[in-house]
Nanobody, 118 residues
Framework: QVQLVESGGGLVQAGESLRLSCAAS????????MAWYRQAPGKGLEVVAV???????NYAESVKGRFTISRDNGKNAVYLQMNSLKPEDTAVYYC????????????WGQGTQVTVSS
């Protein structure tokens, strides 16, 4: 069983930055893809960014140019650097991992709250 633990959420003002971290309980070299999803109040789950085992990345249109996903296989961790945050980025952010490279969903973290005030 893979365990994922997110950290780094918090309350920031619009325009500021946050870095989310996701620590995995296993060697992430063996995982095809890892991703960050988010769920805003009253809305559905949205994939924010995906990074594959060979470090290819994909982003939601709404975060392109502002967010960067990266993985550190040596630390078994994935990160989401979020810059120029907007109030509409407010959501619970979840780390996920799995076999499907577009929408990995086999394993999930517990989520971390990101709140952006205007």
């Amino acid at each position: 069983q893979v365990q994922l633990v997110e950290s780094g959420g918090g309350l920031v003002q619009a325009g500021e930055s946050l870095r989310l971290s996701c620590a995995a309980s296993i060697n992430i070299d063996s995982i095809n893809a890892m991703a960050w999803y988010r769920q805003a109040p009253g809305k559905g789950l949205e994939v924010v960014a995906v990074v594959t085992r060979d470090s290819n990345t994909n982003y939601a249109e709404s975060v392109k140019g502002r967010f960067t996903i990266s993985r550190d296989n040596g630390k078994n961790a994935v990160y989401l650097q979020m810059n120029s945050l907007k109030p509409e980025d407010t959501a619970v952010y979840y780390c996920a991992a799995g076999a499907i490279t577009t929408y990995p969903t086999d394993y999930w973290g517990q989520g971390t709250q990101v709140t952006v005030s205007s």
